[in-house]
T-cell receptor, first 115, second 116 residues
Framework: GENVEQHPSTLSVQEGDSAVIKCTYS??????FPWYKQELGKGPQLIID?????GEKKDQRIAVTLNKTAKHFSLHITETQPEDSAVYFC??????????????FGSGTQLTVLP | GAVVSQHPSWVICKSGTSVKIECRSL??????MFWYRQFPKQSLMLMAT?????????EQGVEKDKFLINHASLTLSTLTVTSAHPEDSSFYIC????????????FGEGSWLTVV
């Protein structure tokens, strides 16, 4: 099955700096890679996703890059703000025997933006 | 994006009782719903996958008789924790995908279960 590794587990940056979180995956058949932001006591919120036919996607201060050959993808947050502080999870999709797409999650990164 | 609603957001129950958590897709038809469990400071652990109108597929190590999942309609799935024990205390999260969600998976807000 799919295995997703995420680094770093914790990341502190100064407000205004950039933050980068990296993930690797094992299943070359995976073709969908979402990123979720989870605030304390809440469910994960989708912030950006990328599919395998695209190498990069950007949405305002957030961007994701995908390298299918190397099987890694990264989240980039520019001009960080204190409200960006949260746990971020990467994920990769694989198909179960029932054809329902399942997400395999990384272990999460606690991002702290220092004012 | 699409909206997935979970209820209740938190619940306290006594050991030995059962508790039901609802997951609703509000603006799309959820052909597939997923149930996760999350312990503090840990990642999400998939418990089961359910397709509308069929039995749920449970992950290895998850007791299907203890965690009953029903996905009877395209907008509602329920997770019932039966004969709850304190070790069942956790954060339970559902997610859904389907027609109208663009194949994207959206998560509910989560439900805190405390068994005393």
């Amino acid at each position: 099955g799919e295995n997703v590794e995420q680094h770093p587990s914790t990341l502190s940056v100064q407000e205004g700096d950039s933050a980068v979180i990296k993930c690797t995956y094992s299943d070359s058949a995976s073709n969908y890679f979402p990123w979720y932001k989870q605030e304390l006591g809440k469910g994960p919120q989708l912030i950006i996703d990328i599919r395998s036919n695209v190498g990069e996607k950007k949405d305002q201060r957030i961007a994701v890059t995908l390298n299918k050959t190397a099987k890694h993808f990264s989240l980039h947050i520019t001009e960080t703000q204190p409200e960006d502080s949260a746990v971020y999870f990467c994920a990769a999709s694989s198909h179960s025997s029932g054809s329902a797409r399942q997400l395999t999650f990384g272990s999460g990164t606690q991002l702290t933006v220092l004012p | 994006g699409a909206v997935v609603s979970q209820h209740p957001s938190w619940v306290i129950c006594k050991s030995g009782t059962s508790v039901k958590i609802e997951c609703r897709s509000l603006d799309f038809q959820a052909t597939t719903m997923f149930w996760y469990r999350q312990f503090p400071k840990q990642s999400l652990m998939l418990m089961a996958t359910s397709n509308e109108g069929s039995k749920a597929t449970y992950e290895q190590g998850v007791e299907k008789d203890k965690f009953l999942i029903n996905h009877a309609s395209l907008t509602l799935s329920t997770l019932t924790v039966t004969s709850a024990h304190p070790e069942d205390s956790s954060f339970y999260i559902c997610s859904a995908r389907g027609r109208g969600s663009g194949n994207t998976i959206y998560f509910g807000e989560g439900s805190w279960l405390t068994v005393v």
